[in-house]
């Protein structure tokens, strides 16, 4: 009976282990009360960069966390200065943001809703910071952002594509320059119906969440609406690695078409089996059997080696562009790592610029002060020509790019092709249209 | 004698619970969300440890009673109250239905076969909550508040923002006392002493079934079954009912979760955080009464703060040293910290089950009889 008794000696000393045992070097920072959440009270302002380090992001997360510390560079006034050259906006000096230097904190995110709040929540209640971004996976940058509504603090959307992020889950407090599924079909579609013609039968298989679903749904929303049948559409889970159980049926579907809705890893698996399987050797209905990546990144197509060759897709951003900012981007991203940046690189440094630039014109770091700068805000000059941030869903609205898998790549990094610029006019919606229904942004927040 | 004991240990614990946010502030663990963890994966451990401590079943299931937990919680803030009590009572009635379930057709079978089991039955739920209940569980995304949810208890608050969990008023997420002791900046909020309270209950039942005629016939399965059974005692009935009860503690930490961040994801109930629990108790001290705990903490304390240290933390900590040292030590120490932290805990928990199989509390007893210099037979009674 007293085998699990413990003398008063050892249990005194389990009490001390406790709180003692683990004694670490102290990395708190203190946290200030001052009207909003973090307000910053020293001579710097902390950001939190908060992106997937590890699981199936974790190759864009670790590009994001590269632009992240660029951008950091040049709001300090270090490196060459990159798009704050090129920016419309003048407000950044090279001086921090409001006079205060920038400092920051990481975070692994895991590719998981759960794993990425708590490292947020941390970033808020112990280091004090005042905006948090990132995200690889809309799953997460949903959920973070939700987080960063009740918390008071501004959340600038890092790689999200999903219709959600800033349709039925949009939040006041959150920002979006991402392109999105929408956008994405309608860019994609008209070119589609161009290459393979109007009579094809397309076969779905998606990433089973948030991001999949409704890209997904614009997809075929979008290629139907060009005259394509859609055949079946099989939900894959995030965590699948093996592929070959969900491309086999393709073979007798009927379908001509496959639509990979993956992203990251998931994509490189699926293509790769795909591929394997010699699908793009086959004829069906008399026509050469094609494959489609709705959302393209050059990081997965470097994964995905020799497969990508003559697959379309679209993309927010690419290096290959010839505009002053994207110039000057991949110079100054290219100086610092030695190849060129990806797309998510890209969104992330450009969301740092413009939040550290709505800080300058709000006067504020308040998070209400910032939100209204944002919104509405029309600029130039970051890569993607004339943007807007539309203030009614917090989302950017901004030219698409068509893309396909380079038949002669000239080097690892020049994979993709810019096959068309959509422009902007084409890939606009309603704000309340019927894929973005359904939430609301209310009010925003500032903690306190 | 044995009662004066328990107590004792009872109110250290609660001591140390209650001072937490002092005790902790030098280790940069003092922030509301953390503390919080401790508690919650603290309880979850605590209900693990009457399951697999005493009778030895070793259940990777218990994930699952976690996630429903989680769910059952967020649902009711999403249909009845933001208060928490309505939602904590629910997740633990759920988690204790779904345990039955579980356990039911679990115990059947002992040893490993026990454990695929509850690993498979734990992932067909997962499954379900991922994909095939999405309309119940919103799959990946998780279960989340709305604005326009009905919470017909409520009063209509302020239309623009979600209102926040609390406990007849008293918001959840409000820190209530923010003084500077020591140079810290302290942070005392509700959600944290909700938790507390709720640790030390779950810590004072968990020392009532140990010293019960119950927790001895729960050790006795553990011992010999056989023998057990042969004596004329049938033993499923026990295990059952420890199964069920580990499983309302494990709903229990899955509500607070809920309470404390009202999102609940699939990922909850994944295997690997099954296993962690597991991890927990061993690397504390499986069946004994604080061991749980300590690991709770201490892999909550990995898995949060060692994971931030990134190469900027580094360089400033070896700073002093001159540049090219500093180099040289940021490089061997980066692949153990930061995105590393999974390495440096798989090292130190092959070191603990090696070398100390009784866990941290047995460690710390080992270290406590050599700094008293007391002889070995007292380090002996310890381990005990």
């Known amino acids: ?448 | 004698m044995n009662l004066m004991k328990d107590r004792l240990l009872l109110i250290i614990f609660a001591c140390v619970v209650l001072a937490a946010p002092l005790i902790f502030a030098p280790t940069g663990a003092a922030y509301p969300d953390l503390l919080q963890r401790f508690a919650i994966y603290g309880i979850f451990a605590i209900g693990f440890n009457i399951l697999f401590g005493l009778t030895g079943y070793l259940s990777f299931g218990h994930a699952a009673f976690l996630g429903v937990g989680s769910y059952s919680a967020v649902w009711m803030f999403k249909l009845l109250s933001m208060n928490i009590v309505p939602a904590l009572l629910l997740s633990i009635v759920i988690a204790g239905v779904f345990s039955l379930l579980i356990g039911y057709i679990s115990l059947r079978r002992s040893g490993i076969y026990f454990s695929i089991l509850t690993l498979a039955l734990a992932q067909m739920c997962y499954n379900l909550a991922y994909s095939v209940l999405t309309p119940l569980t919103n799959g990946e995304t998780g279960l989340q508040l709305r604005l326009d949810d009905p919470r017909i208890l409520d009063a209509a608050g302020d239309a623009g923002s979600l209102p926040s969990t609390n406990f007849f008023g008293l918001e959840m997420k409000e820190v209530f006392w923010n003084p500077t002791i020591f140079g810290y900046d302290l942070q005392f909020n509700w959600g944290y002493y909700v938790c507390a309270l709720l640790l030390i209950l779950s810590f004072w039942i968990s020392i009532r079934i140990f010293r019960s005629p119950f927790g001895l016939i729960l050790r006795a399965v553990k011992t010999n079954q056989t023998r057990l059974n042969y004596t004329g005692i049938n033993s499923r009935p026990y295990t059952l009912a420890a199964f069920v009860i580990s499983g309302m503690f494990a709903g229990l930490a899955g509500g607070l979760l809920a309470t404390m961040d009202p999102l609940a994801g699939a990922e909850r109930m994944q295997w690997t955080v099954g296993g962690e629990v597991v991890l927990m108790v061993v690397l504390g001290g499986m069946g004994t009464l604080s061991g749980p705990v300590l690991g709770a903490v201490f892999i909550k304390y990995f898995e949060n703060i060692f994971s931030k240290i990134n190469d900027g933390v580094l360089h400033g900590w070896f700073a002093i040293m001159p540049e090219w040292i500093e180099n040289a030590m940021v490089l061997i120490v980066s692949p153990f910290v930061g995105k590393g932290w999974h390495l440096t805990l798989g090292a130190l928990f092959m070191i603990v089950v090696i070398f100390l199989p009784g866990g941290l509390v047995e460690g710390a007893q080992k270290i406590g009889a050599k700094l008293s210099g007391a002889n070995k037979r007292a380090a002996k009674v310890g381990i005990e």
Request: hydrophobic content about 40%.
């Open chain 1, 1 to 448: 009976m007293s085998k699990l008794i413990m003398n008063r000696r050892g249990l005194l000393k389990t009490g001390a282990a406790v709180g003692a045992g683990m004694a670490m070097p102290t990395i708190l920072t203190a946290a200030s009360h001052a009207g909003y959440t973090n307000a910053p009270t020293g001579s710097t302002v902390t950001l939190g960069f908060n992106v997937p380090q590890t699981g199936a992001y974790a190759d864009e997360g670790a590009d994001e966390l590269r632009a992240y510390e660029l951008a950091v560079k040049h709001l300090n006034g270090q490196g060459d200065g990159g798009m704050m050259n090129t920016f419309s906006s003048k407000e950044l000096k090279g001086n921090g943001i409001l006079g205060k230097e920038v400092a920051f904190v990481t975070g692994d995110t895991q590719t998981k809703s759960d794993a990425a709040r708590a490292s947020a929540q941390s970033m808020i209640q112990k280091d004090g910071a005042v905006m948090i971004t990132g995200g690889s996976s809309s799953g997460v940058a949903i959920a973070v952002q939700g987080l960063c509504q009740e918390a008071g603090v501004i959340f600038m959307a890092g790689l999200t594509h999903s219709n959600d992020t800033t349709g039925k889950d949009k939040k006041a407090n959150g920002f979006r320059h991402f392109f999105n599924g929408y956008m994405s079909a309608a860019a994609l579609a008209p070119v589609l119906a161009e290459m393979y013609g109007e009579d094809r039968n397309a076969y779905h298989l998606t990433a089973d969440y948030t991001w999949g679903w409704t890209q997904q749904e614009s997809i075929q929303a979008a290629t139907e609406a060009k005259g394509w049948n859609t055949v079946a559409n099989v939900l894959t889970p995030l965590t699948t690695t093996d592929f070959s159980s969900y491309v086999a049926p393709v073979l007798n579907s009927g379908a001509d078409i496959l639509v990979l809705n993956h992203y990251g890893g998931n994509m490189i698996n699926s293509l790769t089996s795909a591929v394997q399987f010699g699908l793009r050797d086959k004829m069906v209905n008399g026509k050469n059997f094609e494959i489609v990546v709705p959302l393209y990144s050059r990081l997965m197509a470097r994964g995905a080696g020799e497969n990508v060759k003559g697959i379309f897709g679209s993309t927010n951003w690419h290096w290959s562009l010839q505009d002053e900012g994207s110039k000057a981007f991949v110079q100054s991203f290219g100086q610092e790592y030695g190849f060129p940046p990806s797309q998510a690189a890209h969104t992330v440094y450009c969301q740092t610029l413009l939040y550290a630039d709505a800080c300058e014109r709000a006067g504020t770091h308040n998070p209400c002060g910032v939100a209204e700068a944002l919104e509405g805000f029309k600029f130039s000059g970051l890569g993607n020509g004339d943007v807007e941030y539309r203030a009614e869903d917090h989302q950017c609205f901004k030219d698409v790019l068509v893309v396909k898998g380079k038949e002669n790549p000239t080097s690892e990094f020049d994979l993709l092709e810019v096959v068309q610029v959509t422009p902007r006019a084409q890939v606009e919606y309603p704000a309340d249209h019927p894929m973005f229904a359904g939430g609301a942004l209310g009010s925003c927040n500032a903690g306190g």
